[in-house]
């Protein structure tokens, strides 16, 4: 739809939510939003297509390969699972969401309630402004 120039999800774990970020214009809110929702009606009903899901689990073990990129980035990585009392590496934690199979993603966005959307809104610097500094 070409309504964002950035929107991912991102769980927490530790705290049970997950959060939507979405980087939109924002004359395009109203319409981010609804197709934000719809799609996660979608994934509730079960419209998933063995594609999707098999991108999605490429890009979840992609994130987690990429974890051996930052020395801090994987420190955070094993200090949080051993707080959390679970002894698991970022490739076998990306090998068990690779079996996950598309029953256990409906069954789990069967659990998603909406509590909280917030809209952050910066105003732009003018030209002006910008060439003075």
């Given at each position: 739809m070409s309504l964002c120039y950035t929107?991912?999800?991102?769980?927490?774990?530790?705290?049970g939510i997950m959060t939507v970020y979405a980087g939109i214009d924002p004359a395009n809110r109203e319409r981010a939003e609804k197709a934000i929702f719809e799609q996660i009606e979608r994934i509730k009903n079960g419209d998933i297509s063995d594609n999707e899901l098999a991108l999605a689990k490429l890009e979840l073990s992609n994130t987690y390969?990429?974890?051996?990129?930052?020395p801090a980035v994987l420190e955070s990585w094993f200090i949080g699972r051993r707080l959390a009392g679970i002894e698991q590496t970022p490739e076998e934690f990306a090998r068990s969401l690779v079996s996950v199979e598309k029953e256990q993603v409906i069954d789990s966005a069967s659990y998603l309630l909406c509590d909280t959307v917030y809209f952050l809104e910066g105003t732009a610097a003018s030209d002006d402004a910008i060439e003075e500094e």
């Amino acid at each position: 739809m070409s309504l964002c120039y950035t929107c991912f999800a991102s769980l927490d774990g530790a705290k049970g939510i997950m959060t939507v970020y979405a980087g939109i214009d924002p004359a395009n809110r109203e319409r981010a939003e609804k197709a934000i929702f719809e799609q996660i009606e979608r994934i509730k009903n079960g419209d998933i297509s063995d594609n999707e899901l098999a991108l999605a689990k490429l890009e979840l073990s992609n994130t987690y390969k990429e974890l051996y990129d930052s020395p801090a980035v994987l420190e955070s990585w094993f200090i949080g699972r051993r707080l959390a009392g679970i002894e698991q590496t970022p490739e076998e934690f990306a090998r068990s969401l690779v079996s996950v199979e598309k029953e256990q993603v409906i069954d789990s966005a069967s659990y998603l309630l909406c509590d909280t959307v917030y809209f952050l809104e910066g105003t732009a610097a003018s030209d002006d402004a910008i060439e003075e500094e």
